[in-house]
């Protein structure tokens, strides 16, 4: 595999993770920060917003999934794909922490 598979499966992992908090909240009903709120990553999208932008989080990831060639490139393929999920979900989990103690 080339270099740029292994960037393809490292955001795929970020969009694929990045998707889950949307989707979830989304089809709850509840709002939640999404890049078109006021201020952008700060307001609150309606659960409609939330929707759409996982899905079009879980087009691009998948989208990067095959391109990244994760299920076939082998364990560091893989490894790189666990690594954007890892990244994305402790910079959010960090970034949503402040967020609730506001």
Do not use: D, E
Not at 5 to 32: D, E, K, M, Q
């Amino acid at each position: 595999m080339n270099w740029h598979h292994y960037i393809a499966c490292f955001f795929a992992g970020v969009f694929l993770a990045n998707a889950v908090p949307h989707f979830v909240h989304g089809i709850s009903g509840n709002r939640f920060p999404t890049p078109f709120a006021h201020p952008p990553g700060k307001g609150l999208s309606s659960p409609t917003v939330n929707v759409v932008w996982a899905l079009i989080n879980l087009g691009g990831g998948y989208i990067l999934f095959r391109v990244g060639r994760v299920s076939s490139g082998g364990g560091l393929a893989l490894l790189t794909f666990f690594a954007g999920i890892t990244v994305i979900s402790i910079i959010l989990s960090v970034r949503f922490a402040k967020k609730q103690s506001q």
